[in-house]
């Protein structure tokens, strides 16, 4: 019943930036983090950043000091910033949220995803 909704994807240069954003929507109880991850072509989906109700950040390696994720669990929304890109962070990235379950526990949702490309 919770849909998550991306935007901001594109063609960049390297060296250049980009933002996404992500609403969830739909029957929300609560939600416990947000976040992103992203797929290339023929490689595992992996974590790029992600943010908890509690306003604590984390980062992939290979995007630290670069990335920077924000947003607002109480408004459903969450962004993430990327300058200096590099032709390595083309993929697809995807929003996730959790939200908090009749009992308590975390149900996971995912967007449909958003192509970033990194080329001259």
């Known amino acids: 019943q919770v849909r998550l909704a991306e935007s901001g994807g594109g063609s960049v240069q390297p060296g250049g930036s980009l933002r996404l954003s992500c609403v969830a929507s739909?029957?929300?109880?609560?939600?416990?983090?947000m976040g992103w991850y992203r797929q290339a072509p023929g490689n595992e989906r992996e974590l790029v950043a992600s943010?908890?109700?509690?306003?604590?950040?984390s980062y992939a390696d290979s995007v630290k000091g670069r990335f920077t994720i924000s947003g607002d669990m109480a408004k459903n929304t969450v962004r993430l910033e990327m300058t200096n890109l590099k032709p390595e962070d083309t993929a697809v990235y995807y929003c996730?949220?959790?939200?908090?379950?009749?009992?308590?526990?975390?149900?996971?949702?995912w967007g449909k995803g958003t192509l970033v490309t990194v080329s001259p």
């Open positions: 739909g029957n929300i109880r609560s939600l416990n983090d």
């Open positions: 996730h949220a959790e939200d908090l379950g009749y009992y308590g526990e975390d149900m996971p949702y």
């Open positions: 943010l908890t109700r509690g306003g604590v950040a």
